[in-house]
Each structure stands twice: as structure tokens, then as C-alpha cells.
């Protein structure tokens, strides 16, 4: 009987466990995820603006403030 008892006691004991860093892994990425910003993504109506790329930009003079 002592062997079942410890024997259940340890199961108790690594459930509990488990289940604690369960607890604190949600709470630590409910936390993270509510200090993401929200932006107006399609999904909650907003409109998306694309990226605009343009090519054969002049750079200018590179070595104007060289050393």
C-alpha cells in the first residue's frame, strides 16, 4: 500500500507540475501578444497599403563625404 501511495504521489506531483507551466506559458504569451500592436490588418476591416518599390533611383555622389 506505501508503494501505491508513493507511486500516486509522484504522478499527483508531476501533474501538478505540468499543469503549472501550462498555466505560466499562457500567461506569459497572453502577455506578449497584448503588448503586440494592433494594426488594421484585412482580418479586422482595415485596408492593407502596398509596398511601393522603385527601381533605378539615382544615389547621388557616394564619395562626396568621404574621408
Do not use: C, D, K, Y
Not at 503586440?36 to 564619395?63: C, D, E, K, S, Y
Amino acid at each position: 500500500m506505501e508503494t501505491f501511495m508513493s507511486g500516486a504521489m509522484v504522478i499527483e506531483a508531476a501533474l501538478l507540475s505540468f499543469l503549472l507551466a501550462l498555466w505560466m506559458t499562457w500567461l506569459g504569451l497572453r502577455g506578449l501578444f497584448r503588448l503586440m500592436p494592433v494594426t488594421g490588418a484585412p482580418a479586422t476591416g482595415g485596408t492593407v497599403h502596398p509596398i511601393l518599390f522603385v527601381a533605378g533611383r539615382p544615389q547621388g555622389n557616394r564619395q562626396r563625404n568621404a574621408a
